[in-house]
């Protein structure tokens, strides 16, 4: 089992459509949670950070985790076709310069106009 | 400001050579990380740099591969002997001080795509 699972999808939905991703995790030491957005043939961004469960909203994003049931989700609030690209979950573990990020796989979405 | 910095953007080698990728990061930051993506396998940490010093290797290969983060000049990943399973994209994050290992706050470059033939 993967430390961190995330369905590659992909996810079509239409334009103005609320998006939910997710990703679950095995690990109850992971302290961060991140979401990245990749763009075909560029580097992911950093979009959202967390440490605590609960939600976090930055415009049109919220992330939300659920440590209890290792669970974390990325809600994008009328969808875009420029929010189409793979959006990718990542959770830190570790302290200092023994901290790691463990990646999910990534979740291709493509949004219609 | 400029971003992370990766060049080239595209890489093709002969088996049997070597390849050479390098990373400037942002101004300010001193913490260097370098990934590996395939598209079935997702992002994999290589290795995690600060000035001078290897902090973290886990992910490299213990063979043919090497990395370096001089006190001058960018980090470059070197790879010898290339075969055709080195073919992926290779991507470069660097973040400031402050956060330390596989920071938060880390920022990618836009990777250097390798192609073995």
């Known amino acids: 089992q993967k430390e961190v699972e995330q369905d590659p999808g992909p996810l079509s939905v239409p334009e103005g459509a609320i998006v939910s991703l997710n990703c679950t995790y095995s690990?109850?030491?992971?302290?961060?949670f991140m979401w990245y957005r990749q763009y075909s043939r560029k580097g992911p961004e950093l979009l959202m950070y967390?440490?605590s469960s609960g939600n976090k909203e930055d415009g049109r994003f919220t992330a939300q985790v659920d440590k209890s049931s290792k669970y974390i989700s990325l809600f994008i609030r009328d969808s875009q076709p420029s929010d189409s690209a793979t959006y990718l979950c990542a959770m830190s573990v570790g302290a200092g310069n023994n901290r790691k990020l463990i990646w999910g796989l990534g979740t291709s979405l493509a949004v219609n106009p | 400001n400029a971003g992370v910095m990766q060049n080239p953007r595209h890489l093709v080698r002969r088996r049997g050579q070597e390849a050479r990728l390098r990373c400037s990061p942002m101004k300010g930051h001193s913490h260097v990380y370098w990934y590996r993506q395939l598209p079935e396998e997702g992002l994999k940490f290589m290795v995690y740099?600060?000035?001078?010093?290897?902090?973290?290797e886990s992910g490299m290969p213990k063979e043919r591969f090497s990395a370096e983060f001089p006190k001058e000049g960018p980090s470059i990943l070197r790879i010898q002997q290339v075969v055709r399973g080195d073919s992926a994209a290779y991507f470069c994050?660097?973040?400031?001080?402050?956060?330390?290992?596989?920071?938060?706050?880390?920022?990618f470059g836009q990777g250097t795509r390798l192609t073995v033939v």
């Open positions: 740099l600060q000035k001078e010093n290897i902090i973290d």
């Open positions: 994050a660097s973040s400031p001080p402050r956060t330390g290992g596989a920071g938060t706050e880390a920022f």
């Open positions: 690990n109850s030491a992971f302290q961060y």
């Open positions: 967390t440490y």
